[in-house]
């Protein structure tokens, strides 16, 4: 799903996968119809061919401005911006949460899983990166990383031993 824009069979399956054929596309015209009734606006999700088109302007999902800072952030770690870079590390471990949780649709749980990894991935890069530049503030977004189950015990225990090796060396 691309920002505001889907094809209709991402949005069937996702939504209504035990549902074939004509069923399924029913299911999701009369959702997106009802819809705009509580909306109130006709043109909010405009529904073309096989793309579903949500009028971006007017809400907000937190799974697309997630992925913004991800993107953010690899550029920054990648450019190696200090202070881009603990920005962005807090702004993600603060709006980061599980992506539909409970809902057990195998397109959600991919989602969920590649989500996951992803933050994962960069997180640890950033924690790693900060250690350094940021000592305060890493130990501060390395807790809250952990209550959120994004940085395994393997990793922070092996971040602590480089910490404490580190420290050892300037002692």
Avoid at 122 to 141: A, G, M, R, V
Wanted: aromatic share 10%.
């Amino acid at each position: 799903m691309s920002k505001g824009k889907s094809h209709i069979s991402y949005i069937i399956d996702l939504m209504w996968p035990e549902l074939e054929g004509d069923a399924a596309i029913h299911a999701l015209e009369t959702t997106i119809y009802r819809l705009r009734k509580i909306i109130k606006d006709k043109k909010f999700i405009e529904y073309q061919g096989q793309i579903i088109n949500i009028k971006t302007s007017n809400c907000y999902i937190d799974l697309w401005d997630i992925q913004e800072l991800l993107d953010k952030l690899s550029d920054a770690l990648l450019k190696k911006e200090n202070s881009k870079i603990f920005i962005l590390t807090k702004n993600i471990l603060n709006l980061y949460d599980d992506f539909l949780p409970g809902y057990e649709n195998y397109l959600a749980i991919s989602l969920r899983r590649n989500l996951k990894k992803r933050v994962s991935s960069l997180i640890t890069k950033s924690l790693h990166f900060l250690k350094n530049s940021f000592p305060d503030e890493f130990f501060y977004l390395q807790d809250i990383a952990n209550n959120k189950n994004l940085i395994s015990k393997l990793t922070t225990d092996k971040v602590h031993q480089r910490l404490s090796r580190d420290l050892c060396k300037i002692c």
